[in-house]
């Protein structure tokens, strides 16, 4: 069966220190993959998506980017954290048939102080 | 423009009676819809999808969701709610003009409240 993990599972960084979190997916080949951010509880905003190694797309111009190293390795950066990055970060996987329903990992809760 | 609404920021229902947590949508082609539940501090879990075929669609704990294309709408039901349905449910459509990419189109999400 397929597996998401995200980690670390919570976090707390200063305005403007470096960001790293990872999402890793078991259990199958080939996932589209997502980064998501969720403020307040409520919806979900969609940051970036990836279809495969090093393909990223980004929905939102702001102060993260995205990388795929492998593939099914999906990685979410900044080099400056700002007050406004504080949120919950989801990741989840999809496959490449037809259903298009999207598994998600537990979330990082990302506190910048 | 494709979207998904959830015209109710809150639903409260007293366990043991039915819940449903309503969901419209607009896309521009064939309609592919998903309901998700999040707990607390949680990732989202997949409840259930329609894709095609029967209306009535059935999913995770007990709960099961109508599809009706004339009135756009992909709500969610259960016949006896429990104390622990209690959390946010959100509503998705595949976005269309994304060939592979398999991006969804999530609504804001509905808080379910189930009191004892």
């Known amino acids: 069966s397929q597996t998401i993990h995200q980690w670390p599972a919570t976090l707390v960084q200063p305005v403007g220190s470096p960001l790293s979190l990872e999402c890793t997916v078991e259990?199958?080949?080939?996932?589209?993959l997502y980064w998501y951010r969720q403020a307040a509880g409520r919806g979900l905003q969609l940051l970036f998506y990836s279809v495969g190694i090093g393909q990223i797309s980004s929905e939102v111009p702001q102060n993260l980017s995205a990388s795929r190293p492998q593939d099914r390795q999906f990685i979410l950066s900044s080099k400056k954290l700002l007050l406004s990055d504080s949120g919950f970060y989801l990741c989840?996987?999809?496959?490449?048939?037809?259903?298009?329903?999207?598994?998600f990992g537990p979330g990082t809760r990302l506190t910048v102080t | 423009a494709q979207s998904v609404a959830q015209p109710e920021d809150q639903v409260n229902v007293a366990e043991g009676n039915p819940l449903t947590v309503k969901c419209t949508y607009s896309v521009s082609g064939n309609p592919y819809l998903f309901w998700y539940v999040q707990y607390p501090n949680r990732g989202l879990q997949f409840l259930l999808k329609?894709?095609?075929?029967?209306?009535l669609v059935k999913g995770s704990y007990g709960f099961e969701a109508e599809f009706n294309k004339s009135q756009t709408s992909f709500h969610l039901k259960k016949p006896s709610a429990l104390v622990s349905d209690s959390a946010l449910y959100f509503c998705?459509?595949?976005?269309?003009?994304?060939?592979?990419?398999?991006?969804?189109?999530f609504g804001q999400g509905t808080t379910l409240q189930v009191k004892p």
């Open positions: 998705a459509v595949r976005s269309y003009g994304s060939s592979n990419t398999g991006k969804l189109i």
């Open positions: 259990g199958t080949s080939n996932p589209n």
């Open positions: 989840a996987w999809s496959g490449d048939g037809y259903s298009y329903e999207q598994y």
């Open positions: 329609y894709i095609t075929g029967d209306n």
